[in-house]
Structure formats: C-alpha cells, structure tokens
C-alpha cells in the first residue's frame, strides 16, 4: 500500500483491532490489572514490533473505559482518545482500488486510535454492557462479554471458580457458626 500524504506530515493508516487482541493488550500492560494482582513486576509480553511504553500506555488509557460507571462517561472517554489522536477517514488506493481506512498523522498514536475505534465500534454495535472488569477480589482485568446471557462478571473461568470456591467456604463458615 502506498503511504498516503494527509496534510501535514505522512498520514499512518489504521485500522480498528479485533476486540479480543485490545483486551490482551490491557491485561496484560496495563497498570491497574497488574497492581490489583499483586503482579506489578511480571515480565511485559515482548515483540509484535511495539515498543514497551507504546501498548502499556494505550492499555492504561483504555482500561477506564472498560472499568466506566455509565455509557455517557464510556462514550466520553472514547470521544476523548478519538479527539486527542486526531484519528480520521481516508480512501486509499490499495493495487488500484479504493479502500476505506482510518489515519493518523503521528506514527505513536496508530495503537491508541485503533483502540479508540474499536471501541468506538463496539459501543455502536452492542452498547455499553457488555464492557466490564472482572468481579475476582483480587483482579481488575477487562472483558467483552460475548455470551447469549450477556450476565458474565469475570475475566475468566478461574476467576469465576475462585469466586465460586469463596462463596462456598463462606458458606459453610456460615452453617458451622450457626450449629
Ligand atoms: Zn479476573
């Protein structure tokens, strides 16, 4: 693809990412999931080309937005990130026919702003529940909630055992004080 000239500077082009890829980058970069873990010096995943500040600093940007109270405050910091990467839409010739892409002027806000439109993507499609942080005690990772249900409140099958297994012991705890 040839790159494409967009007023001043050399236009990146960008493209929305899958959902599941953006909620790998904020568990594992971003801070606050590894805080609440208790994980703050587990080894950053290398590679895919990106430098280390780049996906931690989209993570820590994008995490808000799934840990946000209501759809307004969602839509606003996606407004936000989509405002601040100045993020907009070409067509671009890709082998002779035209394409529509996204682009940003500053090579260091592709992976925020292709973060920001699927986002952006996914607000218009399925709306604002299905955004979440894991309900674990101990756990602030994010999730997209794909089931037919649309009632998942955990990151993942081990958190929801953990919390299972807790709320079993509590329980019981429960029944043995009440002998
Ligand atoms: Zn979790």
């Known amino acids: 693809m040839e790159p494409v000239r967009y007023g001043v500077g050399v236009a990146v082009t ?5 959902p599941a890829t953006l909620v790998e980058i904020v568990n594992e970069w971003g801070t606050v999931p590894r805080e609440v873990a ?7 995943p ?6 280390d500040d780049a ?3 989209v993570a820590d940007r994008v995490h808000p937005i799934f840990a946000s109270a209501t759809a307004a405050e969602a ?14 839409p070409l ?3 890709a082998d002779g026919r035209p394409e529509a892409l996204w682009a940003v002027d500053r090579p260091g806000d592709a992976l925020l702003a292709s973060a920001a439109l699927t986002l952006r993507d996914h607000l218009d499609r399925h709306g604002f529940t299905r955004l979440g ?7 602030a990772d994010v999730y997209i909630d794909t089931s037919p249900t649309r009632d998942r409140r955990y990151c993942s099958t081990t958190c929801q ?3 299972r297994a807790a709320a079993f012991r509590r329980r019981h705890a429960g029944s043995r004080r009440s002998v």
Do not use: H, K, Q
């Open 14 to 18: 960008v493209r929305a990412m899958a």
């Open 38 to 44: 208790g994980e703050r010096d587990r080894p950053y």
């Open 46 to 51: 290398s590679g895919r080309g990106l430098d």
């Open 55 to 57: 996906p931690r600093r």
């Open 75 to 88: 839509a606003e910091l996606v407004n936000v990130l989509l405002t601040e990467t100045a993020v907009v």
């Open 91 to 93: 067509v671009v010739l």
């Open 133 to 139: 942080t894991c309900a674990g005690s101990r756990c």
């Open 161 to 163: 055992n953990r919390a």
